[in-house]
């Protein structure tokens, strides 16, 4: 498996890629809204500088990707990260996620935060595995930088909204 930064050509492999990693949790999902992703958002992401877009692929085939954001005032969000339901459980989403912590860490964050929906406790358990924790107020009292992000998160009404839920972790760094 190699992970490089996602050229634009790869665009409309990535959205198939997207639609294909909901494919193993069909019946889990059926009856809710997930989020669609469209060309613009992922050429988006690529232009912005404050964000990092990763293709990982095995053999030619795009099997995953991975895109990075700072969010806030202190935090390198993980804004997607998906891999193809054939590529599941292959380390993939690991190193995709282990590439983002990198490089949230070159640009000087120490908090990373991610989400996930409410029928996608598959999600939930795979950045917990990762040494991420679900948000509850009272983790703030022990965490100044938390503490920010979530002020900032509510003042844009986008902390723990609707079906979605705040995970975190922090790192030292340098």
Same mark, same amino acid.
């Given at each position: 498996?190699?992970?490089?930064?996602?050229?634009?050509? /790869?665009? +409309?492999?990535?959205?198939? @890629?997207?639609?294909?990693?909901?494919?193993? $949790?069909?019946?889990?999902? %059926? /009856? *809710?809204?997930?989020?669609?992703?469209?060309?613009?958002?992922?050429?988006?992401? @690529?232009? /912005?500088?404050?964000?990092?877009?990763? *293709?990982?692929?095995?053999? &030619?085939?795009?099997?995953? @990707? #991975?895109?990075?954001?700072?969010? &806030? +005032?202190?935090?390198?969000?993980?804004?997607?990260?998906?891999?193809?339901?054939?590529?599941?459980?292959?380390?993939?989403?690991?190193?995709? =996620?282990?590439?983002?912590?990198?490089?949230?860490?070159?640009?000087? !964050?120490?908090? !990373? *935060? #991610?989400?996930?929906?409410? +029928?996608?406790?598959?999600? %939930?358990?795979? $950045?917990? %595995?990762?040494?991420?924790?679900?948000?509850?107020?009272?983790?703030?009292?022990?965490?100044?930088? =938390?503490? #920010?992000? #979530?002020? !900032?998160? %509510?003042?844009?009404?986008?902390?723990?909204?609707?079906?979605?839920?705040?995970?975190?972790?922090?790192?030292?760094?340098?």
């Amino acid at each position: 498996m190699h992970i490089r930064k996602t050229e634009t050509k /790869d665009i +409309p492999a990535l959205l198939q @890629m997207i639609r294909d990693s909901y494919i193993p $949790y069909g019946e889990q999902i %059926r /009856d *809710t809204d997930i989020p669609s992703y469209f060309y613009d958002d992922i050429a988006s992401l @690529m232009d /912005d500088p404050k964000s990092d877009v990763w *293709t990982a692929e095995e053999s &030619g085939e795009i099997t995953g @990707m #991975a895109a990075g954001t700072e969010l &806030g +005032p202190c935090a390198y969000h993980l804004k997607m990260l998906f891999v193809s339901g054939h590529s599941q459980h292959k380390g993939i989403g690991s190193a995709l =996620l282990e590439r983002f912590e990198s490089r949230g860490a070159e640009r000087h !964050f120490s908090l !990373f *935060t #991610a989400n996930y929906l409410d +029928p996608a406790k598959w999600s %939930r358990d795979f $950045y917990r %595995r990762h040494g991420y924790r679900e948000y509850v107020p009272a983790d703030e009292e022990n965490s100044p930088v =938390l503490k #920010a992000q #979530a002020d !900032f998160l %509510r003042g844009i009404g986008r902390l723990n909204n609707g079906h979605k839920h705040l995970l975190w972790k922090t790192i030292r760094t340098q």
